[in-house]
């Protein structure tokens, strides 16, 4: 019905879809795909088009739902569209209500004029959950419409994350937070949840006095703690991209346009480590045009947030892990920060084009912490991203293997893995390597300016790509080479693959150490950052004897590291060569960790013995209820492989 309605529209292929029905084959195997149709949103987007959004929404802890009204700005495209189709996940939508169209010009702002509207839900689906379909009056004058729909989301939302306050770090007050991308906004807000619609919102958020809210948008920094807080975002973004905070957050400044917020325990910390943000928008200017969102502010999450960082406009979210001391991490925020041009300002139009925003961004993080912190520091970054790329291919099938790929009947969150990430990156290096950095920027910065505010797919990439790199500069990459990286398996073999002498040293240290040739107290480890601890312990491939645990503990204080990345590979070792002294510290950290790429490791590890398949499972039972939604899914098919299969 999906595939139907939105193929019609474009008036394509709808013979292949009503053959895929009668046969009983999947859509996926008989049509061909079409680029630029997002195959994971129910709404008619070729009928109405979602212009702003004014929520209004209270924030109710103790039922763990957030609840008022969303007022959508829509413009009908098709003057004969009467049935409005938006994505929505669990939501109770309680009413819906038109502002008529023929009354608007004269009463503008009135509140007598709405008129309930009558609405229903078609098939949900597991994946994309239920299109509402709401029925309009047939249109009277063509002008801006309003609607405003009445609604409480779920307390099992994947969208919401919600902390009792032990689980946070103050321990004083309960903290929620929003995660949408790729198609979870469908799951707070009823909306077109495709990343090729863009919308403005403003927002009125209600809370208790004692917690402020973040959101996505401008605010004041200083407002008043009172409980009523307000948020304007006058570009256009896409949905995944409205976010919301709210925890008994501080604020501390690190520079005229960039801050943290942080809880209280957190926020000197977070200020010391990012004071280099600044810095790095100026780097970043510098090669790829104006920061266009005025501010950038960091806010670091309680601890069981399940990324490491995530990219909202003028705001990132990040986790609290990447306070590693070092700076190291610095990384996740340049990452972040590279959205701000790559996937905020110009991004994917559907979720297969995903790695024109991961791919590119990668790239630009490297660009910036090589500009601030020197090329050897990224360099560390790219050959560890090198090696799970590596990793990455090897578990993948062929076709999951190419940049672009085809997303069709699947969770779009399928798409998240190294490739689109580090196979992007080397992409982008390539070309780079092959027009000159100059070249490449200035084409960068045109294509920021290009498409500012607008989404794209992979198509349309390719052809800007060519009009204004490959043709212009003829003879220095074919197209058939860079349909090689977009559409083909593995890495190509022209590519320009990193490295760097850091890890030489880590190899001779561990080597020398393992053979007993120079005791662990004895390695010069003084200037080692954290990819080189990390690095040094993940490279114990075979398990370790109980004296060497202890002998690296002793000189390292490993059990009581404060850094999350570290003690995330220790953990690693002490699973793998089951070391019982180190199971406390294990339990610990997978009660207060939520980063899925720090803990998913654990547990598969765990799942490789049966005495740690009897660990894994009593410890995921325990700890579950604190884990995010989708972090639950995936370690319950880690740890309950079974189950899994039985659903
Ligand atoms: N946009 C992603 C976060 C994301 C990933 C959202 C998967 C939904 C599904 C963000 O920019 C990101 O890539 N974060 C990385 C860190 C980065 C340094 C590679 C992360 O959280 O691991
Ligand atoms: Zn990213």
Sequence with gaps: MRQLLRVSAAGLLLGCSSGAAATGASEAELS???PGLDYHSFANIEQFRVTHLDLNLRVDFHNKVLFGAVGL???RLDPRATE???DTRDLDIRDVEERPTDVLGATAKSQTTWVSRPFHFDKADPILGSP???ELAPLQKKTTELIRIDYVTSPTSPALHWLDDNQTTGKHQPFMFTQAEPIAARGWIPLQDTPQVR???TAHIHTSNDVIAVMSARFDPKAKRNGEYVFE??????????ALAVGDLRFKETGPRTGVYAERPLVSAAAEEFAGTEAMMQAAEKMFGPYRWERYDVVVLPSRFSLGGMEYPRISFVSPTILTGDKSQLSVVAHELAHAWSGNLVGNATWRDLWINEGLAEYLQSRIISAAYGEPRDAMERVLGLDSLRTDLAKRKSQDQALAIDLRDRDPAAAFSSVPYEKGRLFFTYLEGKFGRERFDDFLRAYFEHFAFKSLSTEQFLGYLKDHLLDRYPGVVSRDQV??????PGIPADAVLPASDAFQRIDQARGDWLAGKVPAKKLDTRDWMTPQWQYFLDGMTSPLRKEQLAELDQAFGFMRSGNALVSSSWLMLVIRSAYTPGFPRL??????????KLIEPLYEEMMKTPAGAVMAKRIFAQVRPGYHAYTAAAIDAIVNPASEDAE
């Design 32 to 34: 061909p795909l079409q």
């Design 233 to 242: 975002m006058r570009d256009a973004i896409p949905s995944y991209l409205i």
């Design 73 to 75: 700005e829509i413009k």
């Design 84 to 86: 409005l189709v938006l």
């Design 483 to 488: 349909m090689q990286w977009v559409l083909a």
């Design 587 to 596: 339990e610990e950290y997978l009660q207060s960790v939520g980063r899925r």
């Design 132 to 134: 509402l379909v709401i």
């Design 199 to 201: 919308v403005t919102y």
